[in-house]
Nanobody
Framework: QVQLVESGGGLVQPGGSLRLSCAAS????????MGWYRQAPGKQRELVAT???????NYADSVKGRFTISRDNVKNTVWLQMNSLKLEDTAVYFC????????WGQGTQVTVSS
């Protein structure tokens, strides 16, 4: 059973940056397209970025040009570099496969506030 552990969240001012990490147990991680999701209070969880095992990336329009997803298939880790953060980026961020295959981790809180 793959376990996902997200980290790197925090409180940041608008315009600031954060880098999130997601560590996955188990080497099976490397065969899947991985994604970063976020869930704001009262809203559904949404997929904001994906990265195939070949490192092809895709982004939601709301984060395109500001967020960068990357991965290391040897370290079983996926990252989300978030720049130019906006108030509306405030959410709990999670990682999982594109088809939400694995049990969800606890997520990491990102709060953008002045």
């Amino acid at each position: 059973q793959v376990q996902l552990v997200e980290s790197g969240g925090g409180l940041v001012q608008p315009g600031g940056s954060l880098r999130l990490s997601c560590a996955a147990s188990g080497s099976i991680f490397s065969i899947y397209t991985m994604g970063w999701y976020r869930q704001a209070p009262g809203k559904q969880r949404e997929l904001v970025a994906t990265c195939t095992r070949g490192r092809r990336t895709n982004y939601a329009d709301s984060v395109k040009g500001r967020f960068t997803i990357s991965r290391d298939n040897v370290k079983n880790t996926v990252w989300l570099q978030m720049n130019s953060l906006k108030l509306e980026d405030t959410a709990v961020y999670f990682c999982n496969t594109e088809d939400r295959r694995f049990p969800w981790g606890q997520g990491t809180q990102v709060t953008v506030s002045s």
